[in-house]
Structures are given as structure tokens and as C-alpha cells.
């Protein structure tokens, strides 16, 4: 009885001290968002978990190991003991409650992520090998960077062009996939204006690392300002409209410098003979381009694989195609 007090002060002692160890080593980043405080919550039920049984364990091992030490001189067996019922149902419930707990706790924070706020900011987000475009559909603006007000909450309706994608800001904590085919919504309230990043966190592909994305929360007057600065930049010319899409889509795979990456370099590509993988040439004109943007499959380039290249028909409207056929033509 005596050993059993001295290890639960022990182990008392012990889950403090590594608990407050867990939240000052700072595993968390910086909390920006009304979700974040609900995830955080259940996070810190986590750690007191962590915290306890790791204690239980090492305290109770470490007690053993110095208080039933074999004494000197002591050369018998050690007490046999077969089984407890007692002591196996005891240990069979606690887990058992515990699972059922942390399984309610976990609907209920779920439930409180999701929660719906009829004022929320659209979103639509489309992401892409290796890209992410943000449509604000009330506003008529696509961009490549999300700025959301502060405060206010935002409905984030997602899906894929290709592979499964999955939307993460750490800050935020809430994290969703985007699925070709299917629409996934995600809720945010950012609290913390400033400057993040969304992050790939699916597996992705070549690129999938540096598919990256900033965030900027704002307040509500910067953001409208914001709106009215995009909405008022569309009369570009269409070489450079075409240059932010291919810093924006393409420049993972093309270079405008002649140099290697994934796919041909633009650099004199418009007006020359391009090698097909067939055996045959063909003028690299206007129809050309436009068909290798929205039908990459159809002319294979010699010495490349199809199906590497992701067919931008979908994705694209038909004068961002001719934005970037422009800017290609550009390029000699
Ligand atoms: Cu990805």
C-alpha cells in the first residue's frame, strides 16, 4: 500500500511536470482562427493524456527497477502470481470509457468546427498539380492568394482537377482534402490578422512540397479595397494576364529560358517545327498552342510522355487560353 501511494504522488508529480513541459516547448503554432481554439482544447486533452500514462509507465518502471532490485544475498524465486479478475476489469473499463469519452469530446469539437454561419464569405477553391485558384464568385475575382476579412467567417467550397489535394493552414489547424469530382466545404473565422500559408497536405505529386499558397487576413475595409483593386486590374494586356497564369499554373513544368524542367521550354517554341513523338513536325502557330493548353494528349512533344501534362480545359476559360497562348507567342 505504501509503494502504491509514494507512485501515484509520483506519477501525479510527474504528468504536471511533462505537461507543462509539452505546452512551453511551444508544439503549436500560433492560433488564428475560432476553429483553432476548439482544436487547441481538444489538443490539451491529448497532452494531459500523453502526459499521465507516460508517467504512469516510466514512474512506475523506474520505481521497480530501484525499490525491488534484487537485494544481496537474495538467491530465491520471486512470488508467482497467476492472473486477477479484478485488477483485468479495472483495466479493461478505463480504457473503455476513456475511447467513448475522447469519441464524444471529438464529435462535439467537429460539430462546433463546422458550425454554420449564414453570412459567411464564398470561397471557391480549385486546386491543381501544383497550383491553388481562389474564386470569389459574389465578386467576379479569381486570384492565386486568399485574403480573407478578420472576424468574419468563410465558407471554402473545394474540389480537384486532378488528384486529391487537402487544404492546410497550420494557423487555422482545420484541414480538408479536395477531391476531383466532388465538392468539400471547409469553415474558417480567422481572429488573427496577418500573413499565412495554405499547405498541400496530400501527397501530391513531383511538386507537391512547394504547392504553397499565401494568405493574408485583413480587416473588412482592407479587404474591400482589396476587391475593388482586383476588380479594377483586369484591363492588363493579355501577355501579361498571361504571364501571372503561367506563374501561377504552369512554371512548374515550363521554363521561358530554354532550360529543363518537366515539360519543353517556351523560349521560341511560337513559330517553330516542333518534333512529335509519332515521327512527324508540326508548326508551333496559334491553333497549336491553344490545342497543346487544352488538349495536352493530342500532340505528343518528341522525347516527353503524354499524360503529364494536365488538360487546363476545365479549369481555364477560354480567354485565359488565349492570355496564355499570347504570352507564349511572346516569348522569342
Ligand atoms: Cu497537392
Known amino acids: 500500500m505504501k509503494h502504491l501511494l509514494v507512485i501515484a504522488i509520483l506519477v501525479v508529480a510527474s504528468t504536471l511536470l511533462v505537461h507543462t513541459g509539452l505546452t512551453a516547448i511551444g508544439l503549436l503554432p500560433e492560433q488564428a482562427s475560432a476553429q483553432a481554439v476548439t482544436i487547441d482544447n481538444l489538443l490539451d486533452v491529448h497532452f494531459w493524456l500523453i502526459s499521465f500514462l507516460f508517467s504512469l509507465i516510466v514512474v512506475t518502471l523506474l520505481y521497480s527497477l530501484v525499490v525491488f532490485r534484487r537485494k544481496k544475498g537474495e538467491t530465491g524465486e520471486g512470488v508467482h502470481i497467476e492472473g486477477n479478475t479484478k485488477l483485468e476489469i479495472f483495466w479493461t473499463m478505463i480504457p473503455l ?21 449564414p453570412t459567411a464569405l464564398e470561397v471557391d477553391v480549385t486546386s491543381g498539380q501544383w497550383y491553388w485558384r481562389f474564386e470569389y464568385p459574389e465578386y467576379g475575382v479569381t486570384t492565386d492568394k486568399l485574403y480573407l476579412p478578420v472576424d468574419r467567417q468563410t465558407l471554402l467550397r473545394m474540389t480537384s482537377m486532378d488528384v486529391i489535394h487537402s487544404f492546410w493552414v497550420p494557423e487555422f489547424r482545420v484541414k480538408q482534402d479536395l477531391v476531383p469530382g466532388q465538392t468539400t466545404e471547409l469553415r474558417i473565422t480567422p481572429t488573427l490578422a ?46 501579361q494576364r498571361g504571364r501571372q497564369l503561367a506563374n501561377q499554373y504552369c512554371v512548374t513544368c515550363h ?25 512527324t513536325t508540326i508548326p508551333a502557330d496559334t491553333e497549336y498552342l491553344r490545342l497543346s493548353i487544352v488538349n495536352p494528349n493530342l500532340h505528343i512533344v518528341e522525347g516527353y510522355n503524354a499524360n503529364v501534362m494536365p488538360a487546363f480545359a476545365n479549369l481555364l476559360e477560354q480567354t485565359e487560353v488565349e492570355d496564355l497562348v499570347a504570352y507564349i507567342e511572346s516569348l522569342k
Open 194 to 239: 496577418g500573413e499565412y500559408k495554405v499547405l498541400c497536405a496530400e501527397l501530391c505529386g513531383a511538386s507537391h512540397a512547394y504547392m504553397e499558397a499565401k494568405v493574408y487576413v485583413v480587416t473588412q475595409e482592407e479587404f474591400d479595397a482589396w476587391i475593388i483593386e482586383q476588380q479594377s486590374t483586369v484591363v492588363l494586356d493579355p501577355v
Open 255 to 279: 521554363s521561358v529560358d530554354g532550360s529543363q524542367k518537366i515539360g519543353p521550354s517556351w523560349l521560341g517554341l511560337a513559330g517553330s517545327e516542333v518534333p512529335l513523338e509519332d515521327g
Open 97 to 117: 470509457f476513456a475511447v467513448v469519452f475522447l469519441a464524444y469530446i471529438g464529435a462535439q469539437s467537429l460539430g462546433e468546427t463546422r458550425r454554420i454561419d
